[in-house]
């Protein structure tokens, strides 16, 4: 960390912050300016820490110069992760459809998106059980019905099963369910994230609608300190002016996350854009940006789904995505 101090700071107001960065274990490499100087800060330092370093009222300001993602981040660990969940692999090359209704609502209703999605060649099976509503008179899902019923579709069609948490209460209901999912309202319920870290358990982990990718990475760090190195992101649209969307879907966070960390990325075109005619253009641009995977919400009748139904894509439709991202996948990767 940089620290560089207001002009005219007084010698022995320096000396006894040099003295106590020291204290704190710091190595302190001072350079003198004609006007200023400047610290140079090597060791271990907590956000808070620096915080208060910044607070002094000699100190002009604090820059970090290694990024706080300590097991995220791609510079520990160059190589791709490859999160497996049960015999699918996602990253490193591995790339993920995840699919099904945005919630189960009936036997009948998921098994017929279960057999659809199989059928077309979606990996994983989604269905939420456990909804946050942005309304509280709003379908709240099934619950505990909802899982046994994806339970059953998964026993049916061989789909492993994808189901959103919203509270570590809920955990013995999910001892049984492949990839748990940390919803975009969740990202920051940091006693759950603490609670997924203890799991040996993928966790999806959606990134919040008004939420930063330092933030995004922060709370994987929260699961990954835990020492559940199972984290896989996902890309599902921010909160930006724009009307014609739910939510402006934020493809560029696709290259950067990679940049950023070794995580394997996917990306939600559903709930980003709201809308079932956008969800197949934004699969294929995720798919072509290096996305590893996509989830999709979809459903034999969107007409009559009990949630999101205005972005709901029919299972012939998806069909004819799915063939359109392996397509697009493989002109992206020759
Ligand atoms: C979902 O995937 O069902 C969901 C609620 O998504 P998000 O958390 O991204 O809004
Ligand atoms: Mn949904």
């Known amino acids: 960390m940089i620290v560089v101090l207001r002009p005219g700071t ?10 106590s960065l020291e204290e704190n274990a710091l190595r302190v490499d001072v350079s003198e300016g004609v006007h200023q100087t400047v610290l140079c800060l090597v060791g271990d330092l907590t ?18 110069v290694t990024k706080p993602f300590r097991l995220s981040g791609r510079r520990e660990h160059p190589e791709d992760t490859v999160v497996e969940i049960g015999s699918v692999k996602v ?6 459809m995840i699919a099904g209704p945005c919630s189960v609502e009936s036997e009948e209703q998921i098994l017929a998106a279960a057999r659809a999605v199989k059928a077309a060649g979606a990996d994983l099976l989604r269905g939420g059980a456990f909804k946050p509503r942005t309304s509280p008179y709003d379908f709240p899902g099934l619950g505990a019905e909802g899982l046994a019923l994806l339970k059953l579709a998964r026993a049916e069609t061989g789909l492993p099963i994808v189901s959103e948490i919203t509270s570590e209460a809920q955990l013995p209901l999910f001892e049984d369910v492949d990839l748990l999912q940390v919803g975009a309202r969740s990202m920051q319920n940091y006693d759950l994230l603490r609670e997924l870290g203890r799991l040996d ?17 922060m709370s994987a760090e929260y699961i990954l300190s835990g020492g559940n190195e199972r984290v896989i992101l996902c890309e599902r649209g921010i909160r930006t002016f724009s009307d014609s969307t739910r939510n402006t879907l934020d493809l560029s966070a696709v290259p950067a996350l990679h940049e950023l960390s070794h995580l394997p990325v996917i ?8 809308r079932a005619a956008l969800v197949g253009p934004m699969a294929l641009a995720a798919a072509a940006c290096g996305a590893d995977g996509l989830m999709i919400e979809v459903h034999a009748e969107p007409g009559a789904s009990l949630s999101d139904a205005a ?20 002109a992206a990767l020759s």
């Open 10 to 19: 007084p010698e022995a107001e320096k000396q006894k912050l040099i003295a």
């Open 47 to 64: 956000p808070s820490y620096a915080d208060r370093i910044a607070a002094l009222g000699c100190v002009e300001s604090v820059t970090r």
């Open 91 to 96: 990253g490193g090359g591995h790339f993920v």
């Open 201 to 217: 358990k993928p966790v999806l982990l959606k990134r919040g609608f008004s939420s930063t990718l330092h933030e995004l990475l």
């Open 267 to 274: 990306v939600d075109p559903s709930h980003a854009t709201g």
């Open 311 to 330: 972005q709901a894509v029919d299972c012939d439709s998806f069909a004819a995505l799915a063939r359109r991202v392996r397509a697009v996948r493989e």
